[in-house]
C-alpha cells in the first residue's frame, strides 16, 4: 500500500465515523419521541451540523491544491433523568478533507462531555467530565468536577479541580499533575440592586504553579436601564495584577439610544502548548478602551457610532467607525490608525426573510490598508471582500445553508470560497428544536 492509499484509506474511515455519528442522531430524530410517549418524561435534544467548504490554495512552490474539509458538528443532550436530578451532554467535531490535500489540521476535537447532577439539600449542582467554565476571571475547559451549593438563600459558593484540556480539544484528557486548575468562589446578593463575588484559584502548567489569582467582583444596577460590572484579580504568583474589567450598559428606555462603556487590562494568559507562547516573554499587558452608541427606531431606521483604543505594550491602536441603519441595511465607515498600521473602509451589509422559511443576507467590505503608520503609496494595499448566504428551512428542525466568499487581494486576483451545510435538530420537551414532539 502506498502512502496515497494509506491517506485515501484514513479519509474514508475518517468520513464513515462522522456518517455513523449522522446515522445516530437521524434515529434518535425517529426513535426517542415514539419512545418517550410511553416511558418516564424527559427532555432530550440533538443537532448535527454538516459544513463542506470548496476552494483551491497555492503552496509555497506554485502548486495549486483543490480543497474540500468536511466538518461534523454534533450536540446532543439528554435531561430530566432519575426524576429530574440527571442529565448528560456530549459536543463535538469530526473533520476531514474529502480532497485529501490536508486542509485539516486536527481531525476531532470533543467540545463537551460531562453528567449533571442536582440534589435538593442545599440546592446542590454537580458536572462531572470536560465542559467550560468561567468563574469571575477564570476560564477553563476542564476535565473534572464542578460543584455549586447554596448554604443561605442569599449566598452561592462554587468550587472547581481537575486538569485543563489539551489545547487542540482532542479526546484525550487533561493531566491533573501536569496542567491542573482548582479554585473557590462566593457569590452573594448584598442588597436588591447589588451582587458581590470573590474567589481564589490556582493555575498549573507543565507541572508547575504558574498562577494564583485572588480576585473579586461587584455587580450593580445604580437606576433603571443602567448596568454596570467592575471585576479584577491580583495573581499571588508573580505578585502583580492579572485583570481588570469594567463593563457598563445604559439605556434609560427602550424607546432611546443605547450607550456601553468596556474598559479591560489584562496580563496575557499562553499556554506554553500554544504556537503563540513564542511571544509571550515579550508581552506584559494588553489594554482595550471601547465605547459605542446605537439608536433604531421600530421602522428599522438609525444608527450606530464607536470609538476604541487598543494598546499592546507601548504600542496604541486607535479606531473611529459609524454606521446608517435603514430597514434590511447597514452601510458605514471605519477608521484606524497607529503603532500597527493604518486601516480606512466603507463596510455594508443587507438582510431579509422570504415566507418566514428562507433567510438571505449579503455583505462587502473595500478596504486600503497599511502594516505601518502615515505608510507611502507603495506600501498601501488594498482589500475586497465580499459575501452572500442563504439559509433554508426545508422543514421543522431541518435547515440547508449555502454561502459563497470572495476575497480580492495582492496575493490572489480573487479567492473565492463555497460553503453548503444541512442542520439537523431535534428535540422533545422542554428543548427548543422542532422535530418529534412526543412524550407530555
Not at 462531572?128 to 442569599?154: C, K, M, Y
Request: proline share 3%.
Amino acid at each position: 500500500m502506498t502512502c496515497k492509499d494509506a491517506r485515501r484509506a484514513g479519509v474514508f474511515l475518517r468520513g464513515t465515523r462522522a456518517l455513523r455519528v449522522g446515522v445516530l442522531l437521524l434515529v434518535l430524530t425517529t426513535a426517542l419521541p415514539s419512545f418517550a410517549q410511553t416511558a418516564t418524561p424527559f427532555t432530550w435534544s440533538a443537532q448535527l451540523r454538516s459544513t463542506a467548504y470548496f476552494y483551491q490554495d497555492v503552496t509555497e512552490t506554485g502548486r495549486e491544491l483543490d480543497l474540500a474539509p468536511l466538518y461534523e458538528h454534533f450536540d446532543v443532550t439528554v435531561g430530566q433523568l432519575a426524576a429530574g436530578r440527571l442529565d448528560f451532554r456530549v459536543s463535538g467535531r469530526y473533520a476531514t478533507d474529502l480532497a485529501d490535500e490536508g486542509a485539516v489540521f486536527t481531525e476531532d476535537h470533543l467540545y463537551a462531555a460531562y453528567a449533571g447532577l442536582s440534589f435538593d439539600r442545599f440546592d446542590t449542582r454537580v458536572r462531572l467530565g470536560r465542559q467550560f467554565l468561567q468563574e469571575g476571571t477564570n476560564r477553563h475547559t476542564l476535565d473534572g468536577a464542578w460543584i455549586s451549593v447554596r448554604p443561605h438563600r442569599l449566598w452561592r459558593v462554587h468550587l472547581w479541580g481537575g486538569g485543563q484540556a489539551p489545547t487542540d480539544r482532542s479526546f484525550e484528557a487533561g493531566e491533573l499533575s501536569d496542567d491542573g486548575a482548582y479554585g473557590v468562589r462566593v457569590v452573594g446578593q448584598v442588597a436588591r440592586r447589588a451582587r458581590v463575588g470573590a474567589w481564589l484559584a490556582t493555575r498549573q502548567d507543565g507541572g508547575e504553579t504558574t498562577a494564583t489569582p485572588i480576585g473579586g467582583e461587584l455587580l450593580v444596577t445604580p437606576t433603571r436601564g443602567w448596568r454596570a460590572l467592575l471585576r479584577g484579580s491580583f495573581d499571588a504568583e508573580s505578585e502583580e495584577f492579572e485583570r481588570f474589567d469594567l463593563l457598563t450598559r445604559y439605556q434609560p428606555r427602550r424607546d432611546l439610544p443605547v450607550f456601553t462603556l468596556q474598559y479591560i487590562d489584562r496580563k496575557p494568559i499562553i499556554e506554553a502548548s500554544s504556537f503563540f507562547s513564542i511571544f509571550a516573554d515579550d508581552l506584559e499587558r494588553v489594554s482595550l478602551l471601547r465605547g459605542s452608541a446605537r439608536y433604531e427606531l421600530e421602522n428599522g431606521f438609525g444608527g450606530e457610532i464607536e470609538a476604541a483604543r487598543s494598546s499592546v505594550d507601548d504600542r496604541d491602536t486607535d479606531r473611529f467607525g459609524l454606521a446608517v441603519l435603514v430597514p434590511y441595511v447597514r452601510v458605514g465607515l471605519a477608521a484606524t490608525s497607529g503603532d500597527a498600521g493604518e486601516d480606512f473602509r466603507w463596510y455594508g451589509d443587507a438582510h431579509y426573510r422570504f415566507f418566514d422559511r428562507v433567510d438571505v443576507s449579503a455583505g462587502a467590505v473595500f478596504a486600503e490598508y497599511a502594516l505601518v503608520e502615515d505608510a507611502p503609496d507603495d506600501l498601501t494595499r488594498e482589500l475586497v471582500t465580499a459575501f452572500a448566504r442563504a439559509r433554508v428551512e426545508l422543514v421543522d428542525g431541518l435547515r440547508l445553508r449555502a454561502e459563497v466568499q470572495s476575497l480580492e487581494n495582492p496575493l490572489f486576483s480573487e479567492d473565492t470560497r463555497v460553503l453548503l451545510g444541512l442542520d439537523l435538530m431535534a428535540g422533545r420537551g422542554a428543548t427548543r428544536f422542532g422535530l418529534g414532539s412526543g412524550g407530555e
